[in-house]
């Protein structure tokens, strides 16, 4: 086991999918057929499910908010889009929470263009 597991498809600006609970990064295949010709889609399994190793802590959403960082940083990526789905999207809005991430703005209430 490793501890992050991701399939990348694509290039351009990286997207990160974050699965329901249960499920693996494969639950968004369905964006990368739609997206892969213009962003890079890692597809990552979240810790303890498919192949990414498992927490060794109890797993709250600050938990799960650093160990999403902790893949981009080991990732280089410098910025991301997230699309999350279910417990995957209560996690990337925990990255995007003013109160977890202090020194960071977000800006959720429209699409970049």
Same mark, same amino acid.
């Given at each position: 086991?490793?501890?992050?597991?991701?399939?990348?498809?694509?290039?351009?600006?990286? !997207?990160?999918?974050?699965?329901?609970?249960?499920?693996?990064? @494969?639950?968004?295949?369905?964006? !990368?057929?739609?997206?892969?010709?213009?962003?890079?889609?890692?597809?990552? &399994?979240?810790?303890?499910?498919?192949?990414?190793?498992? +927490?060794?802590?109890?797993?709250? @959403?600050?938990?799960?908010? &650093?160990?999403?960082?902790?893949?981009?940083?080991?990732?280089?990526?410098?910025?991301?889009?997230?699309? #999350?789905?279910?417990? #995957?999207?209560?996690?990337?809005?925990? +990255?995007?929470?003013?109160?977890?991430?202090?020194?960071?703005?977000? &800006?959720?209430?429209?699409?970049?263009?």
């Amino acid at each position: 086991m490793r501890q992050f597991h991701a399939t990348v498809h694509g290039r351009g600006e990286p !997207v990160l999918f974050l699965p329901g609970g249960g499920f693996t990064g @494969s639950q968004g295949l369905q964006f !990368v057929e739609a997206l892969h010709k213009t962003f890079e889609i890692h597809l990552l &399994d979240l810790p303890g499910f498919g192949e990414s190793e498992g +927490l060794h802590t109890y797993a709250t @959403s600050k938990i799960l908010a &650093d160990w999403i960082e902790a893949y981009r940083t080991s990732r280089k990526l410098e910025s991301i889009r997230l699309i #999350g789905h279910s417990m #995957g999207g209560a996690i990337a809005l925990g +990255l995007c929470s003013p109160l977890s991430r202090p020194s960071q703005a977000f &800006d959720t209430s429209r699409p970049r263009t």
